[in-house]
């Protein structure tokens, strides 16, 4: 039991007062408590009991005193709030749009948690802001907990994400997002590395000098990438540490069949998490130009688009930081800059490879390990540069990958069903003619080899390819019943996801993609 609740702060808005504005949310009129994340709470230092009480609910409401202390029932909000909404501004489907922010969220405050990290908690859904664009600033239910239960299944996958601390209803019906029926007021409180995004950084250089950038720059480096702070160019070394968090991170997404959706600038966090999770879902069958996003009529966050589209964020991030990078010489900077995105494709492939051997039972040396096939300047093996063998062994297994990609989805496969076969059983059956397959199978067995290390990358894959993601139809099914007053299915869907590797025979309905997930599309609500 605590003795009493963690201290949050302000530290973003300390640091760089121009990019946050104070600001109080809305008092919702009958808040409750729809699922709380017991794990989460304790690993942030907050008592699951406590935040259930009063004072509990007024946290999670936002409704804060001064001090950054939730306020006792019935007392009155601050005169200068201690929560804020933060400015951004990003690129939206490739076009620049110079302010966004925080249209109807607010940062609750930041805090160190158990393990010493500092983390963010996020409140959304809590009423218009200056940012919120003529809109209301309300959330529904829904997309409330679909960013829940998606947040909490990459976090079990082992892959970097935001989570939901809280999902509380308001109490209220708020305007639909699509036809004339009204739907439940939601809100989110989730917790992150931080908020800090490649929109903050353009929103900076588009309206603020030298010294705001470098605060920010200072700031981010400090939050995140500390390593950067002694490097040559700070700057430049932010650039290289975003790269590669953001490879890895794009490696692990096509791994397990996620698609994002909305990757816009705005959505991509410097931290190298997965952030805000509106129109996203997970492949069922394989395909290349996946989209399950309303609003992205022409494909452009399609499945296979997001490692080349993350690059083209990342160039935007770049142009932010050129004058910092070198200020008397753009052309210095610019070749600087280049050179380091030009070391995407290679870490983004390198990742990809080392993930797919995982899934498939590949064992990786050491050296496998080490082996990226753009080394930058001090990497390499021990003897101080690359190891063939080991790159030639990440090029074979990345041409598998590439031949499977291409049989799963000539063969309308479904992409996490065939790992977990391939994990479990012999995956032949899935296939309508299992003669390319079996082709392709006697290659995956010549590079796994029979040694024990072969043995134990086998048997390593049933802790890495999932039973359990948040199909399609499932979610879809769950979030309706949710909209109808019925919370049971979410919350079942919950704790199917968060244990990913394991059957459960209360959850075997959830294993397959059930019907009509093909052609399942999902709104903008987050």
Known sequence: MLLDEPVLHQSYAAAVPELSVPWQSDVPPAAELVWLNEDLAAELGYDAAWLRGPEGIALLTGQLAADGRSLAPGSDAPEHPFTTAQAYAGHQFGSANPQLGDGRAVLLGDLVDTRG?????????????????????????????????????????GIPTTRALAVLTTGEQIAPRQGVTPEPGGLLVRAAASHLRVGTLEYAAWHHDLGVRRALVTHAIERHHPAAEGAASPPLALLEA?????????????LVGFVHGVMNTDNMALSGEGIDYGPCAFLDVHRRDAVFSSIDRGGRYAYGHQPGIALWNLSRCAETLLELVDEGDPNVAVEQATAVLERYEGHYRAAYARGLAAKLGIPLGAESDRVDSSPTQGEGTAAGGPDPGADQHLARIQDLGADLAVLLEEQQVDHTGFFRALTDADPASLFSDPAPFEAWHQRLLALRGTGPSAVAAEDAMARTNPVHIPRNVHLDAALRAAHLGDLEPVRTLLEAVRRPFEHHAEHAHLEGPGDGGEHFMTFCGT
């Open 242 to 254: 975003v790269m590669r968090a953001q490879a890895e991170l794009m490696a692990q997404w096509m």
């Open 117 to 157: 990290d500092r983390r963010d908690l996020h409140l959304k859904g809590a009423g218009a802001t200056p940012f919120a664009r003529a809109g209301d600033g309300k959330a529904p239910l829904g997309p409330m907990l679909r960013e829940a239960v998606v947040g909490e299944s990459l976090h079990a996958l």
